[in-house]
């Protein structure tokens, strides 16, 4: 068996009341401690949280608070603000992360292969020329190269550098102003 040191985890597998009764993604911003729960940035109608369980550093979600499975019944204004927020996403995973590319999607409906698939949400992921190697292909293992935490960090700073943001305290993500 391969085994590959991930200390950074122990906080999440000894975290202590964070079970959610109903949808997470209705909940989280919610609770109160952005950094805590993983919530970067924050626009009217839209978040961007960073994902669990990553891809790769800097994996993040796009995530609007309207409650629906299907991208059809957000209105307009829910659109741009969620279209916006994906953009500023982008800005803030270069100036973070210097990544190659980006692979960014939605999955859809239950045969899509979403966790979550009542409350939508658009995957960001920042890729790097070379960074799929040998292990998740031959040993179906993925190495996370950062801590959540520290990734983080990087892109909460990248989001308070952008024009019409502020940051409200500690713990607080960055909040976006309307345009």
């Not at 950094?35 to 961007?48: D, G, P, T």
């Not at 409906?109 to 020329?129: F, I, K, M, N």
């Not at 190697?133 to 550098?161: C, G, Q, W």
Request: hydrophobic share 35%; charged share 25%.
């Amino acid at each position: 068996m391969e085994q590959v040191f991930a200390p950074w985890r122990i906080e999440w597998v000894e975290r202590e009341g964070d079970e959610v009764d109903g949808c997470v993604f209705c909940e989280l911003p919610e609770r109160g401690d952005d950094r805590e729960h993983l919530i970067v940035a924050r626009s009217e109608r839209a978040y961007v949280l960073l994902n669990n369980y990553p891809y790769n550093p800097g994996h993040v979600m796009v995530v609007p608070h309207a409650h629906t499975g299907d991208y059809r019944d957000l209105n307009g204004e829910q659109l741009l603000d969620h279209a916006r927020l994906k953009q500023r996403t982008f800005d803030a995973l270069e100036a973070a992360l210097w990544p190659d590319g980006f692979n960014a999607g939605l999955n859809l409906g239950e045969g899509a292969g979403g966790s979550v698939g009542d409350h939508l949400h658009t995957h960001v992921v920042p890729r790097w020329q070379g960074d799929t190697n040998f292990m998740p292909v031959i040993s179906d293992t993925k190495v996370i190269v950062e801590a959540l935490s520290d990734t983080y960090e990087r892109l909460h700073e990248a989001f308070a550098a952008q024009e019409g943001t502020e940051v409200q305290g500690d713990g607080r993500a960055v909040r976006i102003r309307e345009p």
